[in-house]
DNA sequence: TATTATAGTTAGACCAATCTAACAAATATA
DNA sequence: TATATTTGTTAGATTGGTCTAACTATAATA
């Protein structure tokens, strides 16, 4: 029983207003702007999916999705993310690019193709902005992002963005050896010069308040109490 | 003006109904049946292509793709081959296995994605079945496929595919240093032994008529007089 | 609590892609 | 050439996804 692009997308909103958003239920309304659909549509289509079981449904409630609708919208998610990881390190698009292509190919339907793509990119666990990549088994972990100044010192983390965008910046970035999904660890913070020790690939750099402003890292330390 | 997957996959079967089996034209039945759908569906669906000027169609006659129709059909032979050689290079699909993702994968649609996946891949010249990949400029050229046993003695060519797709076969295939794409030369045959000296990666070796039965490949040479 | 604003629903229409059933033209053949 | 067969067409229906316009609940607030 295979859903059309426009199911998934429906499932896909849903997930997102509400695991994402950390809300029990979204609203008729709320679901047709995300998708930009009249809230007519959305109504219809809510109906339809409530008949297959994927989601809970009452006149004039809100919505939520059930156990197996949940299951396959965190499926597209994690198609979703993966792509767009395929489109930035194997393709060289940049981060504001890569949405709008893997909006198409999130709904390729194949048994092996995605976690063969999974292996591929050597199992990622962070998208191109930061969010994580649900497993295989779909499960999906919530992640809190910072920014490299506001680490704990002594942690380890992952890069998992940038918050400036600019070309100078990245190729800054490179230069130091980091890039999306490559761990490093806060060694201490030289108050006299504001900047901070960090750790990379065995390396120890150091780098400007300004420059850790703008890198975005997920900590597993820290997110331990933010799972859900 | 961009066209519904439908609109390309009538196109696409015009394509191989005509340029590539060397026809003028199409008759409706034939394009029905290439795409599984009733002639109703499809006589339908041919005037609408006519009237966006993309085919030339009249009543009780045969159709053929107008310029600007096969560029378009081009255009996605172009994204099939390529995703099919993706699936094989870089995620081990098997040869009988793409197809049907490529059919799928085929119509995503972005300005840069498949310039950027063809250099990706290197600018492979024959998918994992031995067909020409067009060219970004829209060219596509037909190619005479040959197995090596049945190739000129001193003629350079491409292998382009396998007609056993044994494990067995395949993995011996790899142990001799050949695969897809990669290009070879007949040095000599062996009458005695009735086998082929071949040059690959300038090194030279001996392989079995057999063996060379086996081995589908494009020759260069051979295939310019045979050029559409 | 009565009124207003917001959120959600229904009915009726449209378009794209498909179908079936009945029919018409072109072609093959006896 | 008359007839039969193949090929192509038309009309009318269906399904999925969308819309607008009119309507009804629910929630907010004066």
Redesign the pocket.
Known sequence: MS?????E??LKAILSLTLEAGKPD???????SQ??????????????LAEKKLIS???????SLSPSGKKIAIDIVRKHRLWETFLYKKLSFTWDEVHEVAEQLEHIQHSKLIDRLDEFLNFPQFDPHGDTIPTAAGVLKMSVKKTLDQEIIGHKCTMVGVKNNTAAFLQYVDKVGLSINHNLKIISHQAYYDSFEIEVTNKRINVSRKFAENIVIVCAACNKKADH
Chains 1, 2 share one sequence.
Do not use: F, H, Q
Request: glycine share 6%; net charge positive.
């Open positions: 859903l059309t692009y426009t199911e997308n429906y979204a609203g008729t309304n709320e679901i047709a998708l930009n659909v009249k809230p007519a549509t959305t109504n219809d289509m809510l109906k339809k449904y009452k006149r004039y409630g809100k919505s």
